[in-house]
C-alpha cells in the first residue's frame, strides 16, 4: 500500500492550493487525488470555452440536478461542479470576489475565532497576484506575488461599459475594485486569467500550465498527483482516518495517510464522502445500512445558495454574442485575434460587468449582487435563441433559505441528493424581486437603451416597476443558482457544526474538510477566492500543528 504523509481528495479550488502549500515542506510528501481528467485542454483555459463545459454533464462538469424544488413550480435546479484538475476553477466564469468584510466577521462572531475579515485579507493578499500590483506588496486589500493570477478583462464589451455607465446613471456609484476599501457600486470585475487565459487553481499552485509537465505538479518530488482517480471512501482505523479506498483504471486500491486526510471534494461531494465513511446523521446512515464512524448530524445540512434571476433584452449588435451568421462569421474572426494576441471576445469571462446594490436604505452592506453579460443567456431551456442579445444576472447575496445534501447510497459514484429549498424562506424572495427592478431600471438608462432592442419574458410586469405578482411568477418560473454552494460541512462550535475552527472534523482524528462547505454562511460574493482563502489558511493551520 502507498503510504503520504496528507492524502488530499478533490483537485479543485482549495484542494490544489493546500496540497501545494503542504508540499512546500520538502520533509513531507502529499498526494492529491482527483476524481477527472488533467485540465491541459482548450475548453479550460480558452475562457470562452466555458460554454462547451458549463451547460451540460461532460468529462469535466458533473452536472448535477437538484430534487423538485417547490419555489420553482417544482423545476429541478441545475448544479455545475467542475470535475479535473482546477475543480470549478477549470469551469467557472472567473469573476474575482471576495465577499463582504462583515461576511468574516459574522464568521468570527459564530464562535469562528480567527476567522473574521482582518484574519483572514492576509491570506487572500498571500493567494493573489493582482496585475496592477505586480511585484509589490505594498496594497493594503491586494497581492502582487502570489500564485492566483488576477487581471483587468483584455477587451471588455462595449456593452458591459454601457451597463456601467447605465448603472451610474440610474445612480450607482462606480467602483473600479469590489475588493478594496468599499463593496458598493457598479464596475468592471476582475478576473482569474493571466495574458487572456484562464488561471485555474491547477495553473495557480500546480504546474503554471506547463502541458510538458507529466507530473502535473510543478515537479514537485514530494507531490503525487493522481488524476483520473475516484475516491470511494476514508478508511478508518477506529475513529482515526487512516486512508483511502480509491478506484484508478477499473482497480481498486488503497493509500494511507501518515498525518492526515484532507477533504476537498467541494460542497457537494465533501458531505457526500463523509457520510459514505459512515460520518453523519447516524440514523441516516443505519437506514442505507452503513456502518456509523461518528454520529456528526450536520453533515450535509445547511447548504446555502445564491438564487439567481436573469432578465434580457434582445439587440441587433454584432458587438455582442448571439446566434446569426454574421455572429458567427464575427467570433471566427475573433478568434483568429485570440490565436494571435489572446484578446478580443474569446477572452471574455462572459459575466464581465456587475454591481453590488442595496435594495432598501437602512441595510449595513449590498443585498444583491449584479452579472451583466453580452450575450442571451438563460438558466434552463431556451440557450439557444437566434439573434443577440445583453443579459443581467440579480441574486440574493445572503439567502435565508436551508437546504441539505443527502445520500442515494453508499456508493460515491452515484450522484448525491441535493435539496437547496431555494426561496423557501420568503425573505428570499423579497430580495429577488427587488433584483428584478433593479435590473429593468438600469436597462431603461440611456446608456443601454440608446441601443434599442426588447426586454423578453417581461410583457406581463406592466407599466413602471411592474406588478409585484407577476415578477414573483417570472422569479419562480427563472430563477436558478448562480453556482455558490456553501455550507454543507460547516465549521463552527454549535451541535450542527461539522468541523471546529482549525477544519477538524468532530468526532473523528486525523481529517479535517477543506473547501467552500465548511463556510458557515455564505459570503456576499463569488466563491472561488473564498474557497482558496480557506485552503491557504487551512495550511497554515496544519503546518502550526493546530
Ligand atoms: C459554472 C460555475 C461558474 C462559477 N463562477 C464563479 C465565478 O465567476 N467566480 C467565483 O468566485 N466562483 C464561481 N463559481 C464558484 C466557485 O468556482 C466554487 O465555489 C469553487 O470553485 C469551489 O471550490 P471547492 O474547492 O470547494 O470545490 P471544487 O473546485 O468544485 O473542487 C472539488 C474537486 O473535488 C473533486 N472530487 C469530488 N469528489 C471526488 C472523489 N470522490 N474523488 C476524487 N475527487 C473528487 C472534483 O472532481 C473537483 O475537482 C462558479 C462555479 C461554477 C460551477
Redesign the pocket.
Known sequence: METFDYLV?????????IAARLAEDPAVTVAL????PSDHHISVWMPIG?AS??PKAGAR??GYYTAPQDAFNGRQSY???????????????????RGHRNDYDDWARLGCTGWGYEDVLPYFRRSEHHEDFSGRDDNPWHGGAGPLRVSNLRSPNPFSNRFVQAAIQAGYAANGDFNGAQQDGAGL?H??QHRGERWN?ARAYLHQGDAGDKTLSGRRRNLSVLVE????RIDFDGTRAAGLT?VRGGVQQRLAARREVIV???????P??LLASGVGPAQELLDLGIRVVADVPGVGKNLQDHPDVIVNKQVRSFDLFGHSLPGFARLSMELLRYRRKRTGMPSS?F?EAGAFIRSRQGLVAPDIQL?FVPALLNHGGDKKRLGHGYSCHACVLRPQSRGEVRLRSAD??EAPLIDPRFLSDEEDMVGMVAGVRAIRRIFAQQALASAGGRELFTDEFGPGEGHQQAIEAFVRERTDS?????GTCKMGVDDMAVVDPALRVRGVQGLRV????IMPTLVA????????M??EKAADLIRAGD
Open positions: 481528495v478533490g483537485a479543485g479550488s482549495a484542494g490544489c492550493a487525488i482527483e476524481a477527472g466555458m463545459t458549463v462538469n458533473y448544479q455545475p461542479r467542475g470535475k479535473g484538475l482546477g475543480g470549478s476553477s477549470s469551469i467557472n466564469g472567473m469573476v474575482y470576489i470585475y478576473v482569474t487553481t482517480t475516484e475516491v470511494l480509491v476537498s471534494a467541494g460542497a457537494f461531494n465533501s457526500q464522502l469571462n459575466a452579472h460515491m459514484r448562480v453556482y455558490h454552494p456553501v477543506v473547501d467552500a462547505s460574493g463569488n466563491t472561488n477566492a473564498p474557497a482558496i480557506i485552503a
